[in-house]
T-cell receptor
Framework: SQQGEEDPQALSIQEGENATMNCSYK?????LQWYRQNSGRGLVHLIL?????REKHSGRLRVTLDTSKKSSSLLITASRAADTASYFC?????????????FGKGTLLTVNP | EAGVAQSPRYKIIEKRQSVAFWCNPI?????LYWYQQILGQGPKLLIQ????????DSQLPKDRFSAERLKGVDSTLKIQPAKLEDSAVYLC??????????????FGSGTRLTVV
């Protein structure tokens, strides 16, 4: 089953604009992560935010987490054509020593030059 | 550090044939995962290993899929016999340990399987 659901399913913007993607999930989590996948390639880990954190930054990425609403957002500022990819949120909702991620269906971001 | 290695990169087989995928995780990573990603969807966990033991295989179709991780390092995922709906990208990932949740997974480039 897929824990996270990204919104929108697809997003098309111009280079230099900001891109915002949202993720909603259903159960309590230990952390939430965002991954990028270029066409036909594996997933690349972007950023991890723990359940007791509200905001995190990494370069042009900003992630927020609202555990009361069970939602997260990923903001990419000053987008570039190279940011064109699918973006997935993944939640770690497992207990104990079983570290297991459940992925959403992803948002396809297209950045037009 | 070297990444997660997977082979082959692409595979085309006829339905009812068998196929095997290979994965070599990052050195020292105790946990290894196999995910199935159907076109247009997110990855779905098939099986999780901790060293050479299975932690979770609840979503593995055991009548046709099997996996092993010999000596807690390399892993092989096999499908026998394949069905058309098995067409997907098979992703291998590894993580440091089940107790170290502060780091993300490292994924391989995947094997794209087409069943015709």
């Amino acid at each position: 089953s897929q824990q996270g659901e990204e919104d929108p399913q697809a997003l098309s913007i111009q280079e230099g604009e900001n891109a915002t993607m949202n993720c909603s999930y259903k159960t309590s989590i230990n952390n939430l992560q965002w991954y990028r996948q270029n066409s036909g390639r594996g997933l690349v880990h972007l950023i991890l935010i723990r359940s007791n954190e509200r905001e995190k930054h990494s370069g042009r990425l900003r992630v927020t987490l609202d555990t009361s609403k069970k939602s997260s957002s990923l903001l990419i500022t000053a987008s570039r054509a190279a940011d064109t990819a699918s973006y997935f949120c993944a939640t770690d909702a497992s207990g104990g020593s079983n570290y297991k991620l459940t992925f959403g269906k992803g948002t396809l971001l297209t950045v037009n030059p | 550090e070297a990444g997660v290695a997977q082979s082959p990169r692409y595979k085309i087989i006829e339905k009812r044939q068998s196929v095997a995928f290979w994965c070599n995780p990052i050195s020292g990573h105790a946990t290894l995962y196999w995910y199935q990603q159907i076109l247009g969807q997110g990855p779905k966990l098939l099986i999780q290993f901790q060293n050479n033991g299975v932690v979770d295989d609840s979503q593995l179709p055991k009548d046709r899929f099997s996996a092993e991780r010999l000596k807690g390092v390399d892993s092989t995922l096999k499908i026998q016999p394949a069905k058309l709906e098995d067409s997907a990208v098979y992703l291998c990932a590894s993580s440091r340990s089940p107790w170290d949740r502060g780091y993300g997974y490292t994924f391989g480039s995947g094997t794209r399987l087409t069943v015709v």
